[in-house]
T-cell receptor, first 115, second 112 residues
Framework: AQTVTQSQPEMSVQEAETVTLSCTYD???????LFWYKQPPSRQMILVIR??????QNATENRFSVNFQKAAKSFSLKISDSQLGDAAMYFCAYSGGVGNNDMRFGAGTRLTVKP | DTEVTQTPKHLVMGMTNKKSLKCEQHMGHRAMYWYKQKAKKPPELMFV???????INESVPSRFSPECPNSSLLNLHLHALQPEDSALYLC???????????FGPGTRLTVL
């Protein structure tokens, strides 16, 4: 079974600085998707970024980028120029691809942004 | 329309009540999901509907009964719940099973 591990329960960053959130996963599949979701306190779960396993290029969305190391099964999220609105719980998630099982979430990392 | 809507936002019910949670999306997605989320924990998958057919039931107690009347709607019928069922119930949809999921704001359920 696929598992997703986020080893950092909590992280903090100074406003305007850069922070990296870690995620590792375990799978025997070759085709899969990886995601980072953001969930602010008492608010909606929002997709931050996605990565298809067959793509070597790391995904980027504005200030958010990933470092995808397929051989190491690592999928970290880098947030540049951190803003107060980035404070949230961040979940790393794995999906086995089209027509294939459900989404597996990591335990989450709570990110605090200090002004 | 890129939204998943859920009603009600909050629900308080007794252990003998029957209530329903509703979820709606108009993105043409063919997979819809119910999750249960406890505070400071990741969402736990309950049910998956793919093309309006139940494809995954993660051994959820029968007091939770899902229904997918059409490709845009997903209901979760609740009956004889326990206090430990109090949680945030999230609905999500995706274009197909396995693709990224778009989440609704959730229904915060309290069982007294």
């Amino acid at each position: 079974a696929q598992t997703v591990t986020q080893s950092q329960p909590e992280m903090s960053v100074q406003e305007a600085e850069t922070v990296t959130l870690s995620c590792t996963y375990d799978t025997s599949e070759s085709d899969y998707y990886l995601f980072w979701y953001k969930q602010p306190p008492s608010r909606q779960m929002i997709l931050v970024i996605r990565q298809e396993a067959y793509k070597q290029q790391n995904a980027t969305e504005n200030r958010f980028s990933v470092n995808f190391q397929k051989a190491a099964k690592s999928f970290s999220l880098k947030i540049s120029d951190s803003q107060l609105g980035d404070a949230a719980m961040y979940f790393c998630a794995y999906s086995g691809g089209v027509g294939n099982n459900d989404m597996r979430f990591g335990a989450g990392t709570r990110l605090t942004v200090k002004p | 329309d890129t939204e998943v809507t859920q009603t009600p936002k909050h629900l308080v019910m007794g252990m003998t009540n029957k209530k329903s949670l509703k979820c709606e999306q108009h993105m043409g997605h063919r997979a819809m999901y119910w999750y249960k989320q406890k505070a400071k924990k990741p969402p736990e998958l309950m049910f998956v509907y793919s093309y309006e057919k139940l494809s995954i039931n993660e051994s959820v107690p029968s007091r939770f009964s899902p229904e997918c009347p059409n490709s845009s709607l997903l209901n979760l019928h609740l009956h004889a719940l326990q206090p430990e069922d109090s949680a945030l119930y999230l609905c999500a949809s995706s274009s197909r099973q396995g693709h990224e999921q778009f989440f609704g704001p959730g229904t915060r359920l309290t069982v007294l």
